[in-house]
């Protein structure tokens, strides 16, 4: 059964205190891992999508990166707009529809 | 690009009663759409997954006759909670995927039920 495992928890930042989320994922081939950002009350944004070990995509403050058992969010300088629970999720290899399995995510809070 | 809607955004149902849930994908053509629901400080559950114009493959455990799923279009996806009960009570949010094989989920933004 696929499994996605996030860490820590929650995390509490002060603003530009740099640091990374992890996902360990155990899935029986990989298609694509997926990073997303929810907001309290409302439905996940698309940050990434990864598909191979050593692969790494950068939006604003964010950098994702995956290896073939985990992957990292890391955040530089983080600003108090950054605070959200961000998820993750992986794809199978050769599953119905393409469906996403998801952790259970990092509840990050950044102080000014 | 990749906006999805939901609607209503929240609803108080009495118990006994049904409700529907719309999802429609704004700007793109969606082959395939997704019903999930999410408990306070959990992740989110896939309940289904819809195809157009064929009928949903429902997970492990989620009642087909309690949940009615209809895809009607490229754009539009209802989910009916039948016979809603208390603890149907929940978030739940729908995603989209688009054409032209492109792996990514687009969320809308949620639709809080509470039965009473």
């Known amino acids: 059964e696929d499994q996605v495992t996030q860490s820590p928890e929650a995390l509490r930042l002060q603003e530009g205190e740099s640091s990374s989320l992890n996902c360990s994922y155990t899935v029986s081939g990989l298609r694509g891992l997926f990073w997303y950002r929810q907001d309290p009350g409302k439905g996940p944004e698309f940050l990434f999508t990864l598909y191979s070990a050593g ?3 950068e939006k604003e403050r ?3 990166t995956l290896t073939k ?3 990292f969010l890391h955040i530089t300088a983080p600003k108090p707009e950054d ?5 993750c999720a992986v794809q199978r290899v050769n599953t119905g529809f393409q469906k996403l399995v998801f952790g259970t995510g990092t509840r990050l809070l950044v102080s000014p | 690009g990749a906006v999805v809607s939901q609607h209503p955004s929240w609803v108080i149902c009495k118990s006994g009663t049904s409700v529907k849930i719309e999802c429609r994908s704004l700007d793109f053509q969606a082959t395939t759409m997704f019903w999930y629901r999410q408990f306070p400080k ?3 559950m896939l309940m289904a997954t819809s195809n157009e114009g064929s009928k949903a493959t429902y997970e492990q ?5 309690k949940f009615l799923i209809n895809h009607a279009s490229l754009t539009l996806s209802t989910l009916t909670v039948t016979s809603a009960h208390p603890e149907d009570s929940s978030f739940y949010i729908c995603s989209a995927r688009g054409q032209g094989g492109r792996d990514e989920q687009y969320f809308g933004p949620g639709t809080r039920l509470t039965v009473t």
């Open chain 1, 69 to 71: 058992k985990e992957s």
């Open chain 1, 83 to 87: 605070s959200a629970t961000y998820l």
């Open chain 1, 62 to 64: 964010l950098k994702a």
């Open chain 2, 61 to 65: 455990g989620v009642e087909k006759d």
């Open chain 1, 55 to 57: 692969e790494e995509k």
């Open chain 2, 42 to 44: 959990q992740s989110l």
